[in-house]
C-alpha cells in the first residue's frame, strides 16, 4: 500500500502542460501522502514508529490539521510527545544529527517518491520519442526542478545521454527565462515617467512578478 499511493503515471502529470510538472508532481505525491498517513497508516505500527520519530515540519503540520480527521492526528500527536519526552528531554544528538525539529515525515516520503520518479523520467526521455515532445512542450519548469533534472540525469544516465537529456532542456528552460526576464523588465518600464499615463495592462506584465517567483522559488 505505502509505494502504490506514489504510482502515478508520468503521461497523466504531464499531460495538462500548464505550469511546472515536476512542481505538479510534487503536489500530487504530498497529497496522496498526508491523505494515506491520516487514514489506515495511522495504526500502522512501522509509520507511527517513523511519525514519533521524525515528526512533521510546520508547513505539513498544517496541512495535516486541515484534515477532517483529526482523531488520527491526535493519536500521532501524542506518541510523538512521548517520544520526544523520552529520547530527547534534555536535548542531545550527535554531532551532525538532524533532531526532530529539523525533520519531517511527509518531507522524507515526498523526496523519496519524487527522486525514483525524477528518474524514471529521464530515462524514459531517451527510450520515448512521445515523452520526449511532451517533456519539451511543458509551459515552463521553475529553476529548482530544472537543477533536479539534470543532476538526476547525471547520477543515472551514461555521459551520452545525460548530455542528450541536459542540452535539450536547458535550451528550453533558458529560452523560458530570457522570455521571462524581458516580460519583468517591460513591467519595471511601466513606471518610467515617460510611460506615465499609458502603463502597459498587458496580461504578460501583469504577472511578471508573480512567473518570475514561481520560476525561481
Do not use: W
Request: glycine residues 4%; proline residues 4%.
Amino acid at each position: 500500500m505505502r509505494e502504490s499511493i506514489y504510482t502515478i503515471p508520468l503521461n497523466d502529470v504531464f499531460a495538462p502542460k500548464c505550469g511546472c510538472p515536476v512542481c505538479r508532481l510534487e503536489e500530487l505525491l504530498e497529497s496522496r501522502c498526508t491523505e494515506y498517513i491520516m487514514g489506515a497508516a495511522m495504526m500502522e505500527p512501522d509509520i507511527r514508529i517513523e511519525t514519533n520519530h521524525y515528526g512533521f515540519c510546520q508547513k505539513h503540520f498544517g496541512q495535516l490539521a486541515s484534515q477532517k480527521n483529526r482523531l488520527s492526528l491526535a493519536l500521532m500527536l501524542e506518541t510523538h510527545l512521548d517520544e520526544l519526552m523520552e529520547q530527547h528531554m534534555p536535548h542531545k544528538f550527535k554531532k551532525g544529527e538532524p533532531g526532530p525539529d529539523e525533520t519531517c515525515f511527509v518531507c522524507k516520503e515526498i523526496a523519496a517518491a519524487l527522486d525514483k520518479m525524477l528518474e524514471t523520467t529521464v530515462k524514459l526521455f531517451t527510450t520515448d520519442e512521445d515523452f520526449r515532445q511532451l517533456l519539451l512542450g511543458q509551459d515552463y519548469f521553475c529553476y529548482r526542478h530544472y537543477t533536479q533534472l539534470c543532476r538526476k540525469a547525471e547520477s543515472s544516465l551514461n555521459r551520452k545521454q545525460a548530455a542528450g537529456f541536459i542540452g535539450p532542456l536547458t535550451q528550453k528552460v533558458k529560452a523560458d527565462a530570457a522570455a521571462l526576464r524581458e516580460d519583468v523588465h517591460d513591467f519595471t518600464m511601466t513606471f518610467d515617467y515617460r510611460s506615465a499615463g499609458n502603463a502597459n495592462t498587458e496580461e504578460r506584465l501583469k504577472t511578471a512578478v508573480e512567473r518570475a517567483i514561481r520560476f525561481l522559488e
